[in-house]
Protein backbone atom coordinates (compact mmCIF):
# COMPACT_ATOMS: atom_id res chain seq x y z
CA UNK A 1 0.00 0.00 0.00
CA UNK A 2 2.67 2.44 0.80
CA UNK A 3 4.21 1.75 -2.22
CA UNK A 4 1.52 2.07 -4.23
CA UNK A 5 0.91 5.86 -2.54
CA UNK A 6 5.17 6.49 -3.20
CA UNK A 7 4.64 5.52 -7.32
CA UNK A 8 1.67 7.42 -7.34
CA UNK A 9 3.73 10.88 -5.76
CA UNK A 10 6.57 10.15 -7.73
CA UNK A 11 4.28 9.66 -11.01
CA UNK A 12 2.38 12.95 -9.97
CA UNK A 13 6.06 14.54 -9.61
CA UNK A 14 6.64 13.35 -12.53
CA UNK A 15 3.99 14.92 -14.69
CA UNK A 16 3.61 17.98 -13.05
CA UNK A 17 7.63 19.07 -13.59
CA UNK A 18 7.64 17.59 -17.20
CA UNK A 19 6.17 20.89 -18.71
CA UNK A 20 9.36 22.56 -16.98
CA UNK A 21 11.31 20.17 -18.98
CA UNK A 22 10.18 20.54 -22.35
CA UNK A 23 10.60 24.48 -22.24
CA UNK A 24 14.11 23.84 -21.69
CA UNK A 25 14.46 21.67 -24.62
CA UNK A 26 12.98 24.57 -26.80
CA UNK A 27 15.65 27.51 -25.22
CA UNK A 28 18.45 24.57 -26.06
CA UNK A 29 17.57 24.55 -29.64
CA UNK A 30 20.01 25.49 -31.92
CA UNK A 31 19.10 28.98 -32.82
CA UNK A 32 20.22 28.41 -36.68
CA UNK A 33 16.98 26.32 -37.02
CA UNK A 34 14.63 29.34 -36.12
CA UNK A 35 17.11 31.54 -38.20
CA UNK A 36 17.01 28.86 -41.18
CA UNK A 37 13.17 28.68 -40.86
CA UNK A 38 12.77 32.28 -41.08
CA UNK A 39 14.49 32.43 -44.08
CA UNK A 40 12.87 30.15 -45.98
CA UNK A 41 9.56 31.69 -45.21
CA UNK A 42 10.81 35.36 -46.21
CA UNK A 43 12.05 33.77 -49.65
CA UNK A 44 8.89 31.76 -50.13
CA UNK A 45 7.10 35.58 -49.35
CA UNK A 46 9.63 37.30 -51.43
CA UNK A 47 9.25 35.04 -54.53
CA UNK A 48 5.95 34.61 -54.23
CA UNK A 49 5.51 38.81 -54.87
CA UNK A 50 8.19 39.44 -56.78
CA UNK A 51 9.84 37.64 -59.95
CA UNK A 52 13.39 37.93 -59.51
CA UNK A 53 13.50 39.02 -55.56
CA UNK A 54 17.13 40.81 -54.69
CA UNK A 55 16.74 40.81 -50.78
CA UNK A 56 18.35 43.73 -48.55
CA UNK A 57 18.23 42.68 -44.99
CA UNK A 58 18.65 45.24 -41.85
CA UNK A 59 19.54 42.96 -39.04
CA UNK A 60 20.91 43.48 -35.65
CA UNK A 61 22.80 40.89 -33.89
CA UNK A 62 20.67 38.03 -35.39
CA UNK A 63 22.23 36.97 -38.82
CA UNK A 64 19.75 35.02 -40.90
CA UNK A 65 21.39 36.02 -44.57
CA UNK A 66 23.11 33.08 -44.66
CA UNK A 67 20.41 31.00 -44.41
CA UNK A 68 18.82 32.44 -47.38
CA UNK A 69 18.92 30.27 -50.58
CA UNK A 70 21.50 30.71 -52.59
CA UNK A 71 19.42 31.21 -55.69
CA UNK A 72 18.21 34.69 -53.98
CA UNK A 73 19.89 38.15 -55.04
CA UNK A 74 20.95 39.47 -51.44
CA UNK A 75 21.51 42.67 -52.14
CA UNK A 76 23.95 44.70 -49.50
CA UNK A 77 22.68 48.42 -50.08
CA UNK A 78 19.31 48.94 -50.02
CA UNK A 79 18.64 51.14 -52.63
CA UNK A 80 19.49 47.86 -55.15
CA UNK A 81 16.93 45.97 -53.31
CA UNK A 82 13.02 45.13 -54.19
CA UNK A 83 12.19 43.65 -51.02
CA UNK A 84 13.45 44.90 -47.47
CA UNK A 85 13.54 42.80 -44.95
CA UNK A 86 14.16 44.63 -41.09
CA UNK A 87 14.86 42.47 -38.12
CA UNK A 88 13.28 43.27 -34.65
CA UNK A 89 16.17 45.49 -33.00
CA UNK A 90 17.86 46.92 -36.51
CA UNK A 91 18.71 50.60 -35.96
CA UNK A 92 18.36 50.56 -39.84
CA UNK A 93 16.16 54.02 -41.08
CA UNK A 94 13.27 53.09 -43.60
CA UNK A 95 13.59 56.66 -44.92
CA UNK A 96 17.66 55.89 -45.59
CA UNK A 97 16.88 54.63 -48.83
CA UNK A 98 14.38 54.80 -51.68
CA UNK A 99 11.80 52.60 -50.65
CA UNK A 100 8.90 54.11 -52.29
CA UNK A 101 8.36 50.65 -54.84
CA UNK A 102 9.76 48.29 -52.79
CA UNK A 103 8.26 45.89 -50.84
CA UNK A 104 9.15 46.22 -47.19
CA UNK A 105 8.95 43.09 -44.28
CA UNK A 106 9.28 42.92 -40.75
CA UNK A 107 9.49 40.67 -38.29
CA UNK A 108 7.72 43.30 -35.61
CA UNK A 109 4.11 43.29 -35.48
CA UNK A 110 3.93 46.59 -33.83
CA UNK A 111 6.68 48.19 -36.26
CA UNK A 112 4.00 46.58 -38.99
CA UNK A 113 1.04 48.05 -37.02
CA UNK A 114 2.74 51.66 -36.97
CA UNK A 115 4.05 52.03 -40.01
CA UNK A 116 2.05 52.41 -43.57
CA UNK A 117 4.94 51.90 -45.48
CA UNK A 118 5.60 48.31 -44.41
CA UNK A 119 4.09 45.13 -46.77
CA UNK A 120 3.99 42.76 -43.89
CA UNK A 121 5.17 40.89 -40.75
CA UNK A 122 6.06 37.97 -40.23
CA UNK A 123 6.49 36.68 -36.53
CA UNK A 124 6.30 34.45 -33.48
CA UNK A 125 3.32 34.64 -31.24
CA UNK A 126 3.13 31.47 -28.85
CA UNK A 127 5.24 29.28 -30.48
CA UNK A 128 3.88 29.70 -33.58
CA UNK A 129 4.60 31.50 -37.10
CA UNK A 130 2.22 34.45 -38.19
CA UNK A 131 2.01 36.52 -41.21
CA UNK A 132 0.27 39.82 -41.58
CA UNK A 133 -0.10 42.05 -45.08
CA UNK A 134 -1.31 44.93 -45.41
CA UNK A 135 -4.28 45.82 -48.60
CA UNK A 136 -3.48 49.42 -47.96
CA UNK A 137 -0.39 48.90 -49.14
CA UNK A 138 -0.74 46.54 -51.52
CA UNK A 139 -2.96 48.74 -53.57
CA UNK A 140 -0.73 51.24 -53.24
CA UNK A 141 2.26 48.73 -55.17
CA UNK A 142 0.06 47.49 -57.48
CA UNK A 143 0.31 44.09 -56.45
CA UNK A 144 -2.51 41.56 -56.83
CA UNK A 145 -2.55 39.46 -53.03
CA UNK A 146 -2.38 35.63 -54.53
CA UNK A 147 -5.57 33.52 -52.89
CA UNK A 148 -3.38 31.53 -51.18
CA UNK A 149 -2.13 34.29 -48.92
CA UNK A 150 -5.49 36.25 -48.72
CA UNK A 151 -5.68 35.03 -45.09
CA UNK A 152 -3.05 37.20 -43.98
CA UNK A 153 -4.69 40.39 -45.09
CA UNK A 154 -5.25 42.90 -42.28
Aim: proline letters at 3%; charged letters at 25%.
Amino acid sequence: YKMDILMKILIALFLSLLPLFSKNIYFIQDCSNINELEAKIISQIAQTFLKEPKIFIAEAEEKISPYFSKDLSIEINCNNANFIYIKKGSQFDINSCEHKNKIIFTNDKYIFKNNEDIFGAFYWFKSRPNVKLSSKKAKSLDIEIPDDYLKFVD
